[in-house]
């Protein structure tokens, strides 16, 4: 957690909750960095929208960058940031449905189809995470 804004910490403490409920996956907190896969933080993404967005997946809201091993597929290291400006004055539990939608990019899944229940469809990040989802996981990680 490289962050000190209660909103956003809050908000990606809710999501690896959420993340970790259906025992999938297991993220847990350290406070050494050099042991971080995932780093989240909070910044202000409006300003670097205008730049080559080369390796990121951006959902205005939020933003991961993730790298992956390409030998054995397996993820090096990911950052998810979310814009604590635009997030400011949102409730707590949309603000959580951002950070899920964002760790979850971080765990390696990509944006579901608009047809689909999912937190992965960048319109629809309402639903939070859904059994769509947590199947996924499953595949990506059995
Ligand atoms: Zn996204």
């Given amino acids: 957690m490289d962050t000190d804004n209660p909103k956003i910490k809050k908000a990606f403490r809710t999501a690896v909750k959420a993340w970790n409920k259906p025992q999938i996956v297991k993220l ?8 971080a896969n995932v780093i989240v ?15 990121y ?6 933003s991961t960058q993730t790298s992956y091993n390409p030998d054995y597929h397996t993820m090096i290291k990911a950052t998810s940031t979310l814009d604590a400006n635009q997030l400011a004055y949102v409730n707590d539990q949309f603000r959580a449905h951002v950070a899920e939608h964002e760790l979850g990019h971080a765990l390696g899944l990509a944006h579901a189809p608009e047809y689909e229940h ?23 990680y059995r």
């Fill in 118 to 140: 999912s937190v992965m469809v960048p319109r629809n990040i309402r639903t939070g995470i859904t059994k769509q989802d947590i199947k996924t996981l499953r595949m990506m």
């Fill in 41 to 55: 933080n909070s910044g202000d993404l409006s300003s670097s929208a205008s730049q080559p967005n080369v390796g």
């Fill in 28 to 35: 847990i907190w350290t406070d050494h960095r050099s042991n």
């Fill in 57 to 62: 997946v951006t959902s205005q809201l939020g």
